[in-house]
């Protein structure tokens, strides 16, 4: 397998083991998804994963016949390139307004909202229906507390 990168110079990573720097060629021992991981200072990293495709002469019943009763050795090649973008430089200003747009929004209609979801609020402690009072023992040292829910 050889993996290639443009530019290169950048660190490969295979199902999370580290290779090298490209261009770089490695035996393989299995096919199927084989995640790619290409890093490079100044640039986006790229994750792909990647189908690894076993050619004819590795598929059931025919395996046999090609690693047994064949003279010599079958060898699959695989060439993998992979182009990287320049890195986006965000300004301060920009991820400070990003921010502040976020928690706006998380907030907008007074709930708690993640990714689009509101989160639900903890029971009211004991005894109240005030939220915003939590209703704890206090704390004595040496001695377990619990919450009072």
């Not at 059931?60 to 890195?87: C, H, M, N, R």
């Not at 502040?100 to 209609?109: I, V």
Request: glycine fraction near 10%; charge should be negative; proline fraction near 9%.
């Amino acid at each position: 397998m050889t993996i290639m990168s443009n530019p290169p110079g950048a660190t490969v990573y295979l199902d999370g083991r580290e290779l090298g720097r490209t261009p770089i060629s490695t035996n393989f021992d299995h096919y199927g998804k084989r995640e790619f991981r290409i890093v490079k200072q100044g640039y986006e990293t790229k994750n792909e994963l990647v189908p690894v495709r076993a050619p004819w002469y590795q598929w059931g019943g025919i395996d046999f016949v090609s690693e047994v009763l064949l003279p010599g050795k079958l060898t699959d090649y695989k060439y993998y390139e992979f182009d990287l973008q320049p890195a986006q430089h965000i300004s301060g200003t920009e991820i400070a307004t990003r921010a502040e747009e976020y928690r706006q929004t998380a907030h907008a209609d007074g709930v708690l909202r993640v990714g689009g979801s509101a989160i639900a609020a903890p029971p009211a402690p004991v005894g109240t229906t005030d939220y915003s009072v939590p209703n704890f023992a206090p704390i004595v040292p040496g001695t377990i507390r619990t919450p009072q829910w």
